[in-house]
């Protein structure tokens, strides 16, 4: 199931960019935004829009968590499942890093001059996660506490579904949902209390795979 979930979002990029550079339509369209609901997460989250045909939209999305353990990701934490297993004995200081989602949406629209419109979309998205954590080894009585820390790269696929509107002659916005199946690679986190930038948090003791993110992106039209 996963990996026929995978093949379908690997074939929606594909699909989308063979019909977006394949054909010649309108003048080329440029957006930026930012993602209003991660600023809370402690992410910096831009998004840059690139389209010649009302169907079809290239984005390319990068970003930067500073420390996801001092936020108020409030969304985040009521999208996760909660289990009464700990942390494993990990106290964590520092989740942070640097991701790029790369992908395409297509729109439910047939003119560019729609003004509302929903979209469906999949992004590959990369990922590299700094963490620093406390460790206590809770089978041993009075164990040393141990002051961890590493970097790890994870890769995912990335789904969407959303709604754009439009606010003014300059100004639109969007609103969807991001569903991320990171690479098994990510089980090597602190503990079970994961946030992966770009892909959003989840309590991952319950062999939970799929990471979930509401975003709503302001956008700015420059051309």
Not at 82 to 105: E, M, P
Not at 127 to 156: C, M, P, R
Request: charged share 15%; aromatic share 14%.
């Amino acid at each position: 199931m996963k990996v026929s979930l995978k093949i379908i979002l690997l074939g929606i990029i594909v699909l989308i960019s063979v019909n977006l550079f394949g054909q010649e339509k309108d003048k080329w369209n440029h957006d930026i935004g930012i993602n209003l609901l991660q600023i809370s997460a402690t992410t910096i989250d831009f998004t840059y829009e690139l389209s010649n045909n009302p169907r079809y939209t290239i984005i390319v999305n990068p970003g930067y968590t500073i420390n996801y353990v001092h936020s108020f990701d409030i969304i985040g934490y009521l999208l996760s499942p909660h289990y009464k297993c700990g942390n494993d004995g990990y106290s964590l200081t520092n989740q942070s890093g640097g991701f790029i989602k790369i992908g395409a949406k297509f729109n439910l629209k047939k003119e560019t001059e729609k003004k509302n419109y929903f979209y469906l979309g999949a992004f590959i998205t990369n990922s590299l996660i700094y963490e620093k954590a406390k460790y206590e080894n809770w089978d041993i009585l009075n164990s040393q506490v141990e002051y961890l820390s590493h970097y790890l790269f994870t890769i995912g696929l990335t789904g969407t579904i959303g709604y754009n509107f439009r606010i003014s002659e300059k100004l639109n916005s969007d609103f969807g949902v991001h569903i991320s199946m990171p690479s098994k690679n990510y089980d090597s986190m602190y503990g079970y209390s994961n946030y992966i930038p770009g892909m959003g948090y989840m309590e991952t003791c319950g062999n939970k795979t799929i990471f979930p993110m509401i975003v709503l992106n302001l956008k700015y039209k420059l051309i």
